[in-house]
């Protein structure tokens, strides 16, 4: 799920949750079945940062998190990009454009949306109202890339021209 699904979740699913959960796809079968520089229990460790965290929120019945998806898109997460030192040029390749890109839409949107729900978030009621209302973002301004699905369709067109593609997988999968 992307990020602000899971933070915010009655937010209103658009085109850019979509692409996101693209991204995380991807990063899990990479993160999954592609050597990279990290320990296994590293990987782990990272993988349920990534893809489990969760915390209930008894009082709606609902569960929020992205925190650690959150921190990995606004580059808080240093340790990503030590992963991503893998022996597979075009897959780093897509790993950092991609990244740059969503990188550019979490902060255009923290710019103009979030900053306002945060300050909300002190107050319990207003959080309660603020959880259990459908939540829209922002329009997104001409300059931010992922507006549309273009860009991410050039990021994986530019990638999949490269010739140095690696052969280099492991034999099962990181994590279970």
Request: charged share 20%; hydrophobic share 45%; aromatic share 12%.
């Amino acid at each position: 799920m992307s990020t602000l699904h899971l933070r915010f979740p009655r937010k209103v699913h658009d085109l850019q949750d979509n692409l996101e959960f693209f991204f995380y796809v991807v990063l899990f079968y990479t993160l999954q079945y592609l050597p990279i520089s990290i320990s296994q229990l590293e990987l782990v460790d990272l993988m349920k940062a990534i893809f489990e965290e969760c915390t209930p929120m008894y009082a709606l019945g609902i569960n929020i998190g992205g925190q650690a998806k959150a921190r990995l898109l606004a580059g808080a997460d240093t340790s990503f990009f030590c992963l991503v030192s893998i022996d597979n040029p075009p897959v780093n390749s897509w790993m950092r454009a991609s990244w740059l890109a969503f990188e550019e839409l979490h902060w255009y949107i923290e710019d103009e949306k979030l900053k306002v729900l945060r300050a909300r978030m002190s107050d319990s009621a207003i959080l309660t109202q603020e959880v259990q209302q459908t939540t829209q973002m922002p329009t997104l301004a001409p300059h931010i890339r992922l507006r549309d699905h273009s860009h991410f369709f050039k990021i994986f067109k530019d990638v999949l021209a490269l010739e140095e593609w690696s052969q280099a997988r492991k034999p099962t999968a990181a994590a279970h």
